[in-house]
């Protein structure tokens, strides 16, 4: 240790950063790249947006899959979900034009059995996706998991 003018100087190899300040750094590259990590699709390519529809899109290959069969006994049961999670969408948006009870109003009844574009599940998506032109709203805006509920409750409500 060089002492003789009195200034004492740190031993070599013992100049370690403070403690406080390496948790500091390390917590300031690590916020930096869950930053990058989450924010910045255009370095990463990776967005919410496209992780839920790749989600949306496997979804809607596995029901597509299943598409108009008809009911099977180990398919009933996700239908009976699905349409009671439909049951509470169709009461809260479409209700107020086709009757609590499907009944109808100023929309059509949609017990059936007859109807103007179709009365299988597919058919009720599609209507229920895109609207008609004779004053049917399109419903996107819910998402394809929930118009396959609403599609669903409508479809197991059908009186043959
Ligand atoms: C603003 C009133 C209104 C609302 C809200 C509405 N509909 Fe309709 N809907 C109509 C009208 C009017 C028709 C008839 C359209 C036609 O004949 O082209 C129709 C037709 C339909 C049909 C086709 C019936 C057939 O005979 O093929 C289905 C299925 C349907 N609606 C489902 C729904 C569902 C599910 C919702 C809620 C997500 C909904 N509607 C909300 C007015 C409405």
Known sequence: MADFDGIKEREQGKKK???GMTVFFLGLVICGLAYMYLFMPAITGWTQTARYEAKIKAKEAA???RGNADMHPETEHQQMVAADKGRKIY???CAVCHGEKLEGGIGPGLKGPKFRYGDGLADHVRVITKGTAQGMPGFPQLGTAKIKSVAAFIHTSHQH
């Open 91 to 93: 009461l809260a948006e």
């Open 63 to 65: 029901v597509t899959e």
């Open 17 to 19: 950063m403070p403690l």
